[in-house]
């Protein structure tokens, strides 16, 4: 047999006035019977006498639940799932509280997180754009060609190098034996044999 009820019931709508809860959660708390209520047509009616019982009994006031919407609500107005509210609430990361078995979530407490989940999200698209670019000049710099030596190319420059040396040498020991015409004469024979061996002995090799 069902208790009567009192003669002072009230709409969701009054009884959110008074208590700082939305209607939905209201209607939800009579639904839990949480709060004494009955549903008239598609309308909820709450017991005021119950309801400022729960309210005693959780130690909440109007002025305290003043700004706490439910994670309904709040998953109405920035699109998150009531889940991922009631989620966040329990690991501290947003303020809110648990009345029965709903949670109520701070409006500007989750307003925070999300304009603060938005920066961080923001940030980490920028890094992600840096590191691209550099990869991407990165594998640019790989695509670049080297330039590539001949080894003949190599061989002809050195040769050239030691003809010059003997030329140079050839010309130092003129100098020094200038007063001796006969030796002159042999040494610069050595000399230019000796500069063809080594520029064409290499293209030989």
């Known amino acids: 047999m069902k208790t009567p009820f009192s003669n002072n019931l009230i ?6 006035e008074i208590s700082g809860y939305s209607s939905g959660h209201l209607a939800r708390l009579a639904r839990l019977k949480e709060v004494r209520g009955t549903r008239v047509g598609r309308t909820w009616l709450v017991e005021r006498e119950s309801l400022e019982r729960f309210m005693k009994k959780n130690g909440r006031h109007k002025k305290e639940l003043a700004g706490l919407i439910s994670t309904k609500e709040a998953s109405k107005l920035y699109g998150y799932s009531s889940d991922y509210v009631a989620r966040i609430v329990r690991s501290g990361e947003v303020k809110g509280t648990r009345v029965g078995r709903t949670w109520l979530v701070e409006r500007e407490s ?28 990165f594998a640019q710099n790989l695509q670049t060609p080297l330039i590539v030596i001949h080894p003949q190319f190599m061989q002809a420059t050195l040769r050239s190098r030691m003809f010059a040396f003997s030329i140079a040498l050839l010309v130092i020991i003129f100098g020094t034996f200038t007063a001796q015409p006969v030796v002159v004469s042999r040494l610069t024979e050595k000399t230019v044999t000796l500069a063809n061996d080594v520029a064409f002995g290499f293209h030989a090799t």
């Open 11 to 16: 709409s969701t709508k009054e009884a959110s």
């Open 110 to 137: 989750l307003a925070i997180f999300i304009q603060v989940l938005g920066q961080r999200k923001e940030m980490r698209a920028r890094e992600l754009a840096r590191a691209r670019g550099e990869e991407y000049l």
